[in-house]
């Protein structure tokens, strides 16, 4: 049915998004996913900063490919990047319809439309929206019936009905790995080169305020089932040589069942593979009975969004979870022989420098082997963006400021983003710069590949605290 169609999907630079840290190479999930449903038009990936292409080099592209549809999957701090190549392609072809998707397009769609040189906006879910918009660009037909879509219309944003979630997962086909021309995307940490990433859910019933991944995903937890995800980990290990696989579910271990459904295919099929989670767990649902069936499912390394040490933030976040809790899950886990992760956030709403202490002093209790210490960006669509911005705290609407990894682009009612800054700076020197956690990063660096990747993360750290 598509064979006449030709699409191409970018994935807009990353670069602005980083700060001081070097932008890793990371295969973009939602666009593989995309290009596997786009099939079986002719589908062109087009990674901006894993390909290393300037502006010119994408619009050389976009001419010589002649795209009927040009989709972009967009973030906040690359949104303005975005706008630009959406310019390019219109300027090679004024008939090419060009279209965002992703949370930044969801959550403000009549903000990306009033740029003219985007021409629909998929909102949520994109697979079955973007399949259907393909077929009626194809057909010529209207795409007003279409569900999930924002558009201009007679001189107004028209916004057709609402598109349902997709509650059978496995109806997705796997992501079009195979079309990203570039080959060697890397995963924070990794002990391989030859790493991947899979999810295997969506959908997250936590009420955490700094989060908006409900936008997209909604707050019903949607599971594929064990052999489907299975079946996608067989592939990579048989056919595509990976050796290590890095989960970037957000709740992967919110079905206990499903758990150990998984662990046992991956005993059955006898395949040997390491496995990651680095995106972060809650710690509420860990316990020894699940860590056991994560080992022998082949995980090493689990990460736990911690967020903060003080039970008040936690709670004004509706985070959800005690501060006992999260111990616990560490001790279990340091007892079982798993690597740890802990992510903490500063300039969530009540922060102050007695709250910061707390959660510094409580990173170093818990004493994972990486921890990593974020500045809060609030993103719009958020409650905590909401809170901020109805108090006047949001600094700035440019964009290209919001990159995780770069300074604060809000106040506090007792901190200023230079006092964030000097705060992070802290944690991470009273962290790292401990004699015995020095040689414990030595001892972690157990192959040439995790050595690379956190030599990297180091001068990340060496050059955000000399040079903020």
């Known amino acids: 049915m598509y064979t006449t169609m030709n699409i ?11 700060g001081t840290f070097k932008a890793p190479a990371q295969m973009h ?8 449903v786009a099939k079986p038009a002719q589908v062109r990936i087009i ?25 972009f999957s967009v973030v906040t701090p690359a949104v303005d990047s975005a706008f630009e190549l959406a310019s390019a392609v219109k300027k090679v072809s004024k008939d090419t319809l060009v279209v965002f998707g992703g949370v930044h397009p969801t959550i403000l769609p009549q903000d990306v ?5 985007v021409d629909v906006v998929v909102i949520g879910e994109g697979e079955v929206t973007f399949r259907e918009l393909i077929q009626a660009r194809q057909a010529g037909k209207d795409i007003s019936d279409i569900p999930g879509l ?37 995963y ?19 009420r955490c305020s700094f ?124 007892k079982m022989g798993f ?18 202490r707390e959660t510094i002093a409580f990173a170093l209790k818990l004493d994972p082997d990486i921890a990593k210490f974020h500045l809060l960006k609030p993103f719009p669509g958020n409650e905590t963006y909401e809170y901020f911005s109805s108090k006047g705290f949001i600094l700035t609407n440019d964009y290209r400021q919001y990159g995780f990894h770069t300074p604060p682009i809000h106040r506090l009612e007792t901190l200023m983003p230079e006092d964030m800054v000097r705060w992070q700076k802290i944690a991470y020197r009273k962290f790292y710069f401990r004699p015995g956690k020095i040689i414990q990063q030595i001892f972690r660096m157990r192959s040439l590949n995790r050595c690379i990747l956190n030599m990297r993360a180091a001068l990340g750290i060496v050059r955000m605290i000399r040079l903020r």
């Open 8 to 18: 191409a999907l970018i994935c807009p630079s990353q670069e602005g998004i980083y």
């Open 29 to 36: 999930m939602g666009i593989a996913y995309l290009a596997a």
């Open 47 to 71: 990674d901006m900063h894993a390909e290393h292409l300037t502006k010119e080099q994408f619009a050389a592209i976009i001419h010589e490919g002649n795209f009927d549809i040009v989709g």
């Open 113 to 117: 439309l009033t740029h003219n040189d």
């Open 150 to 186: 924002a558009f201009r219309k007679d001189g107004a944003v028209f916004f057709s009905p609402a598109r349902p979630l997709i509650q059978d997962l496995d109806v997705i086909p796997f992501p079009a790995r195979e079309l990203f021309i570039h080959k060697e995307y890397t």
């Open 188 to 206: 924070p940490d990794s002990l391989y080169k030859a790493s991947a990433p899979i999810i295997t859910s969506r959908g997250c019933p936590g």
């Open 211 to 334: 989060c908006a991944s409900h936008k997209i995903f909604g707050r019903t937890f949607r599971m594929r089932s064990a052999a489907h995800v299975v079946d996608e980990i067989e592939d990579l290990v048989k056919r595509q040589g990976i050796r290590e696989i890095h989960i970037w579910d957000d709740n992967f271990v919110t079905d206990r069942n499903r758990v150990f459904a998984i662990r046992d295919e991956v005993v059955r099929r006898k395949l040997q593979v390491k496995i990651a989670f680095p995106n972060g767990m809650r710690a509420d649902f860990i316990n020894a009975e699940l860590l056991t069936a994560l080992k022998q499912m082949g995980v090493y390394s689990i990460a736990i969004g911690v967020e903060s040490g003080s039970q008040r933030i936690l709670d004004t976040c509706h985070k959800g979870v005690r501060l006992a809790r999260i111990e616990e899950a560490f001790t279990l886990m340091k």
């Open 339 to 356: 690597e740890t992760w802990a992510f903490f956030m500063f300039g969530l709403p009540g922060e102050t420098e007695e709250t910061i």
